[in-house]
T-cell receptor, first 112, second 116 residues
Framework: RKEVEQDPGPFNVPEGATVAFNCTYS??????FFWYRQDCRKEPKLLMS???SGNEDGRFTAQLNRASQYISLLIRDSKLSDSATYLC?????????????FGGGTRVLVKP | NAGVTQTPKFRVLKTGQSMTLLCAQD?????MYWYRQDPGMGLRLIHY???????AKGEVPDGYNVSRLKKQNFLLGLESAAPSQTSVYFC???????????????FGPGTRLTVT
């Protein structure tokens, strides 16, 4: 089993709709969680950190479920510009080798 | 403020050739990383550095070497390129170690390497 798993998609989303997807992780000692966004043929960029209590940034909401070992990202009122691949990142406590573990990414396509 | 830059952007090598990828950051970050990204595999850590003069192996270090002689630069070397090293290589830097709440990594634009 991979340490961090994501549904690769694509999630085809009508403009203005809501889309949500999860990322599961296998290491229960995981400490820090992030969502990165990666546009086609570009570098990943931090979208948001994921806090234990859940957090919101505009149209984006991130949740953490430690009991079931997954994080989620919800995008409301999807825009065409939200089309991208979303990478989840998980870091264990006292990360071995300073390693962040990236999921394979979930591709989202927002269509008019 | 250029952030993280990578040189070159594209390169085609023949099997057995060598090359060096350069990563430079102007944010005074201590932590620097080299990743490779392959379809369906996500980003995998090759080598990393926790400060000037230090380097360590990541998840997939075989076939690569690195050096960090200056804080702002992190070099990735391929001594004898193989087709399995065809990939997109990303460099990243961070002001804080992983496992902390603010350990955002800043990525360079990537180098697309093809080994024939």
């Amino acid at each position: 089993r991979k340490e961090v798993e994501q549904d690769p998609g694509p999630f085809n989303v009508p403009e203005g709709a809501t889309v949500a997807f999860n990322c599961t992780y296998s290491n229960s000692a995981s400490q820090s969680f992030f969502w990165y966004r990666q546009d086609c043929r570009k570098e990943p960029k931090l979208l948001m950190s994921v806090y234990s209590s859940g957090n919101e940034d505009g149209r984006f909401t991130a949740q953490l479920n430690r009991a079931s070992q997954y994080i989620s990202l919800l995008i409301r009122d999807s825009k065409l510009s939200d089309s991208a691949t979303y990478l989840c990142v998980v870091t264990p406590i006292k990360a071995a080798g300073n390693k962040l573990t990236f999921g394979g990414g979930t591709r989202v396509l927002v269509k008019p | 403020n250029a952030g993280v830059t990578q040189t070159p952007k594209f390169r085609v090598l023949k099997t057995g050739q060598s090359m060096t990828l350069l990563c430079a950051q102007d944010m005074n970050h201590e932590y620097m990383y080299w990743y490779r990204q392959d379809p369906g595999m996500g980003l995998r850590l090759i080598h990393y550095s926790v400060g000037e003069g230090t380097t360590a192996k990541g998840e997939v270090p075989d076939g690569y070497n690195v050096s960090r002689l200056k804080k702002q630069n992190f070099l990735l070397g391929l001594e004898s390129a193989a087709p399995s090293q065809t990939s997109v290589y990303f460099c990243a830097s961070s002001p804080y170690p992983p496992g902390t709440a603010f350990s955002e990594q800043y990525f360079g634009p990537g180098t697309r390497l093809t080994v024939t």
